[in-house]
Structures are given as structure tokens and as C-alpha cells.
């Protein structure tokens, strides 16, 4: 379960050299995903260790009590994106407990208040 995608453009993050080596090639976003991680501290959530690579973008961990919860950060065609998804165990989804959504819309709105107040940020919409 995944967020809307927030897409925006700013200059304020480099390509780390040979970064998609850690991802697929052509995906960047490594700084990206390291401010948000400092960023988070700002509305209330706390990102745990360093970012990670994944096939298609670098990844936040963010301090969740019920199931793991993410910030997806990545280069786009217009500029870079970012998104929130969550993963929980099987169980407490059949169990009827499924804290996925609520723990994705908080940090969602969390994110997206961060790239509103950032400067160097422009275009923000969802896609």
C-alpha cells in the first residue's frame, strides 16, 4: 500500500557519483532521501538508520509501531518524486487490524507539508 506520488522539481539535489550502482541503473536520489531523513524530525517522525537502496529508489525507514513505514525518494522525468508506503505483517491484516492506511496518510501529510515549506521547491503536484 503506497501514497499519491508527490512530483516536484529544485536543483537543491545532486547525483551522488555511481549511486545507481546501488539501485537500478538511471535511478538517483540518495540526497534527496538523506534530507527528508533529517527533515522528518521536524513533524513529529523519526527516520531509523541510514537511507536504503531499492531497485526503484532510495528509502527512509520511519519509526512505525505496527508495521514498517517508508519514504520512497527517486529521480523523474520533470525533476524527482517521493512516496510513503507501508508493509505490515499478513496477520493483522486478516485479523482485521490493518494500520497500513491511517500510518500512511500521517506520514504522507508529513512529507508533503516538508516539500510545501522547503525552499528550492517548485511544481509540487500529485500524480
Known amino acids: 500500500m503506497h ?24 535511478i538517483f536520489g540518495r540526497r534527496l532521501a538523506e534530507w527528508m531523513a533529517n527533515e522528518l524530525s521536524t513533524r513529529g517522525y523519526h527516520a531509523l538508520g541510514e ?4 531497485d526503484f529508489a532510495w528509502c527512509v525507514p520511519v519509526a512505525a509501531e505496527d508495521c514498517e513505514l517508508y519514504v520512497a525518494c527517486a529521480n523523474a522525468e520533470e525533476g524527482w518524486q517521493t512516496y510513503v508506503f507501508a508493509d505490515c505483517g499478513l496477520m493483522a491484516r486478516l485479523a482485521g487490524r490493518d494500520p497500513r492506511i491511517e500510518a500512511v496518510a500521517g506520514l504522507y501529510s508529513a512529507v508533503r507539508a516538508i516539500l510545501e515549506d522547503a525552499p528550492g521547491i517548485s511544481y509540487l503536484h500529485t500524480q
Open 3 to 26: 501514497s499519491p506520488i508527490l512530483m516536484f522539481q529544485s536543483t537543491r539535489f545532486e547525483i551522488v557519483q555511481d549511486e545507481d550502482k546501488l539501485t537500478n541503473p538511471g
Open 51 to 54: 537511507v536504503i537502496p531499492e
